[in-house]
């Protein structure tokens, strides 16, 4: 039996990089996944991959009217939700190295991260607990980050923004629990993955390997981590295996939290 066998889930961010890879493991293990992004031609080639076990919805994560949408056609077409991992979320870096630090970061900028990563992670809880509560059970996983644990001085509104992920993480999971629902919420936090968010910082050639040893320089295992190590601990929450997992935080980060490694 699949360890995912018969459930039904939604995945935002899908089109690529962690997104991609939870909702391929997903499928793989049983589930039908709901491919969702703002990026159409990336989400609807990766569901084609998929075939019958998954399907694509254009979801801009910061709109409520799309949440709405999105999670009637769930309800209506399966019947259920069962599974909802908030994954999408911006740097603040996509069109540019502009300044993020708390001195000189735009309160524009600032609020385009939170909208962003806060506010669609709000949304999607809001509207799966929602959907769930008719089954009274489920799974949502939230994506926040090393740098919701820990202050990144030269990205403050990324890591405002993860940090209050971890919060709100707690809060929904609570908040389930004393509504006597078995909905579960827990928070995956990775800390230097390889995706495609990281390319307006690697840069090309020479440059880039430099950049790639120095972003990891103070990481034990001395390497970045893979989308598909952030997805087995997905499958882990969105699985019966978990069911007595709430307000938890899991941290994927090759054991940097942990201290430094020592070396002769």
Same mark, same amino acid.
């Given at each position: 039996?699949?360890?995912?066998?018969?459930?039904?889930?939604?995945?935002?961010?899908?089109?690529?990089?962690?997104?991609?890879?939870?909702?391929?493991?997903?499928?793989?293990?049983?589930?039908?996944?709901?491919?969702?992004? +703002?990026?159409?031609?990336?989400?609807?080639?990766?569901?084609?991959?998929?075939?019958?076990?998954?399907?694509?919805?254009?979801?801009?994560?910061?709109?409520?009217?799309?949440? =709405?949408?999105?999670?009637?056609?769930?309800?209506?077409?399966?019947?259920?939700?069962?599974?909802?991992?908030?994954?999408?979320?911006?740097?603040?870096?996509?069109?540019?190295?502009?300044?993020?630090?708390?001195?000189?970061?735009?309160?524009?900028?600032?609020?385009?991260?939170?909208?962003?990563?806060? !506010?669609?992670?709000?949304?999607?809880?809001?509207?799966?607990?929602?959907?769930?509560?008719?089954?009274?059970?489920?799974? +949502?996983?939230?994506?926040?980050?090393?740098?919701?644990?820990?202050?990144?001085?030269?990205?403050?509104?990324?890591?405002?923004?993860?940090?209050?992920?971890?919060?709100?993480?707690?809060?929904?999971?609570?908040?389930?629990?004393?509504?006597?629902?078995?909905?579960?919420?827990?928070?995956?936090?990775?800390?230097?993955?390889?995706?495609?968010?990281?390319?307006?910082?690697?840069?090309?050639? !020479?440059?880039?390997?430099?950049?790639?040893? =120095?972003?990891?320089? !103070?990481?034990?295992?001395?390497?970045?981590?893979?989308? =598909?190590?952030?997805?087995?601990?997905?499958?882990?929450?969105?699985?019966?295996?978990?069911?007595?997992?709430?307000?938890?935080?899991?941290?994927?980060?090759?054991?940097?939290?942990?201290?430094?490694?020592?070396?002769?």
């Amino acid at each position: 039996m699949k360890r995912l066998a018969g459930k039904v889930a939604l995945v935002t961010g899908a089109a690529r990089g962690i997104g991609e890879a939870i909702a391929r493991a997903f499928a793989e293990q049983g589930a039908f996944v709901y491919l969702t992004d +703002i990026n159409d031609g990336l989400g609807q080639r990766v569901a084609a991959e998929l075939g019958a076990a998954g399907d694509y919805l254009h979801l801009d994560v910061r709109e409520e009217a799309d949440w =709405e949408k999105v999670v009637e056609r769930v309800i209506r077409q399966h019947r259920q939700l069962d599974v909802l991992v908030n994954n999408a979320g911006i740097t603040g870096f996509e069109n540019g190295l502009r300044p993020q630090d708390p001195e000189h970061a735009d309160l524009e900028d600032w609020r385009a991260v939170h909208h962003t990563n806060l !506010d669609g992670v709000f949304l999607g809880c809001k509207y799966a607990i929602r959907a769930m509560r008719a089954k009274g059970c489920g799974s +949502i996983i939230n994506i926040s980050s090393r740098s919701g644990l820990v202050g990144i001085p030269g990205a403050a509104a990324y890591a405002s923004s993860k940090a209050a992920i971890r919060n709100h993480t707690k809060t929904v999971a609570l908040y389930c629990a004393e509504q006597g629902l078995t909905i579960r919420c827990n928070s995956i936090h990775p800390a230097a993955v390889l995706t495609p968010m990281w390319e307006p910082m690697l840069g090309e050639g !020479d440059e880039r390997e430099l950049r790639m040893a =120095e972003f990891v320089s !103070d990481t034990p295992l001395r390497r970045f981590g893979r989308p =598909e190590e952030v997805a087995a601990v997905a499958v882990l929450l969105a699985s019966d295996e978990a069911s007595y997992m709430t307000g938890s935080e899991l941290n994927i980060d090759g054991g940097i939290l942990a201290g430094s490694a020592a070396r002769p």
